[in-house]
């Protein structure tokens, strides 16, 4: 049984002048525990696709079903309680809050979810920032941080609530290839500790060709 | 609410010039919307020596005409003669205290034995009239029923005026001159504020029925009604104000016994009147008081008061928030409801608008309390017109800044709240 199931999904871009069809006619199947890599040129979807399977987008046309839930019809309120529960992100500018110290912003998808406690938000991020080796860091604000050590801790914000996918959109884009591969061996190492699974977008053929599948994209359709 | 002052501090050091004119603007607008505020207060709460003002009742005007059938046109309308005030207000039901005073103060020349001759504020009251307004003894005593019914000379002082006529307060037994007749001063008081229109003064000079000074004659009819007389009416807990009123329009009909013979009937106008109606609805003695006009007029003054600022204080906001639509999509994302994107923005900015509100009521009540010259047009006559301090720092106020705060900040932040809460996630995330 699988974890995300795509059927059928269109994405069209209206602006007054021009319509893009971003996807067209996606279907893709993600099994739990799977990492799985899009490749493809600039502007060919990925980012779409990725937006769509996160919930902050809607299909134009076509089914989004994520761990056994059909999508589509949820509200807004459904759909950010559903993200909160089940879905981590990772963007390629890390997108930490800069007037948040590390721990607040690690905290953020805790603080959406009913039910915890101060005390349990704080132990929380506190044990997610010791496995990624960040404690040292915690009341440091993202200014004070480096490339590498924001994006750990924008993975760290993405698995402190457990989530059952982690979406990333090039998440090594804007580093060096040094704090890249350390970043691909944490995801590396979620996917095989927490069967985490795990949908990233890459540029780069040798992180691609170390994940479980590669889903080649040209031109808004599945090409391999 | 940590995180909100977390995020205040850093908007402080990331847009000092948004953030600053947003905290100066938002004490600024409350200070002035508390000075305003406190002025209209100063009339209606209690505050010495009108501490009673919640059970004070005024009866201050009587107006008079000829009737239908009459020949003559008279029409005519002032203050009470004590007879009048008498047949009015003296032995209501649900009344404590009764007293009959002179409504106002009048400049009067004093001497005492310092021998420099100056003018005092000064009214005339009987002996219930301490009972009634509250007037701490610093030496002496208050007027007795003897003294008041008998018209003995004697005066009570206020502290500094003593001062000025003795050279210290501890001056009972003294003689004051006053208007060139001698009175024995029997008690010295603390000074007052002038504010206290009703129960205010430097000079207490004692008065009674056989007091001619209480009385204009005939100006109108041979039948007494007009005079410089307030009769001031403690009434007893929990008794309705109405019921007092309902008292006194039937005793509207003694007095129109009284003019009969001259064809002439009195015009009754809803007496006696409240502090609110004092302070903000009289229209002149030949009118019934209306305070809703005064009441709407007031809110549309605050209502501006609050909408001016409010708009600046949006499109302030507004430009803080463009700085964080990335953040607002991040926080959607990871699971933030529109809804409490909209409450949390509305309570981080409540944050700013109490902070600001505390340092603009600061101010007001600093303002307030030692700049007598705001009240100025209220009392020609009153020399010491700063409030009592309890007039204008007290928990009504309080309540009321407070209340402000959080109507500005709905006002000016729910349009940018709003506005944040429905970007698109992935357009948010991706803007710069
Ligand atoms: N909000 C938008 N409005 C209009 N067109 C868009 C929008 N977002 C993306 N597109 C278009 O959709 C296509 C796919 O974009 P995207 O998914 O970002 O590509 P990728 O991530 O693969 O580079 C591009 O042609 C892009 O111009
Ligand atoms: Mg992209």
Known sequence: ?224 | MKQKLIQLLYDLRHQPIIAWVTLIATAMSIFLIMVVVMMQRVQVVPFSPESCRDRLLLGIYIHAKSTEKSHNNNDGSAGLSYSAARTLYEDLDGVEHTSFITASTEKIDVRGTSGETFALNSRRVDSEFFMIFDHPLIAGRYFTADESASAIPVVIMAETAARKAFGTTDCIGETLSVDHFNYNVVGVVKDNSALAKTGSGELFIVTGPDDPHMDWGNSMNDVNIFGPVAAALLVKEGVDFQSIRDQVKARYAIIDTQLAPEEQETVYHEAPYDQETIATGLRGSNNTPDSSSGRIMRYCIYAILLIVPAINLSSMLHSRMRRRVSEIGVRRAYGCTRMRIITDIIAENFIITLIGGVIGLTLGIIFASTYSGLYEDMNSYGTNITPAMSAVLNWGTVFIAVGVCFILNLISAAIPAWQASRVNPVEAINAK
């Open chain 1, 1 to 224: 049984m699988s974890i995300i199931t795509l059927s059928g999904i269109n994405k069209v871009y209206r602006t007054k002048e021009i319509e893009t069809t971003a996807l067209e006619n996606i279907n893709l199947d993600v099994n739990p525990g799977e990492f799985l890599s899009i490749m493809g040129p600039s502007g060919c979807g990925k980012s779409t696709l990725l937006n769509i399977i996160g919930l902050l987008d809607k299909p134009t046309a076509g089914s989004v079903t994520l761990l056994d839930r059909n999508c589509n019809n949820l509200s807004d309120s459904e759909l950010s309680h559903f993200r909160n529960k089940n879905i981590g992100f990772v963007f390629q500018s890390f997108h930490l809050i800069p007037s948040l110290n590390v721990a607040a912003n690690v905290e953020l998808p805790l603080v959406y979810r009913s039910g915890l406690s101060a005390k349990e938000r704080r132990e929380r991020v506190e044990k997610v920032l010791e496995r990624l080796e960040m404690s040292h860091r915690i009341k440091h604000l993202p200014a004070q941080l480096s490339g590498g050590q924001c994006q750990r801790v924008a993975i760290a914000r993405a698995i402190v609530g457990n989530p059952s996918i982690v979406l990333a959109d090039e998440p090594t884009g804007n580093l060096d290839s040094k704090m890249g591969a350390e970043v691909m061996s944490l995801l590396h190492r979620l996917n095989k500790e927490d069967g985490t699974t795990i949908v990233m977008v890459t540029h780069n053929e040798a992180q691609a060709r170390e994940t479980d599948r590669i889903v080649r994209f040209f031109d808004g359709r599945i090409i391999g």
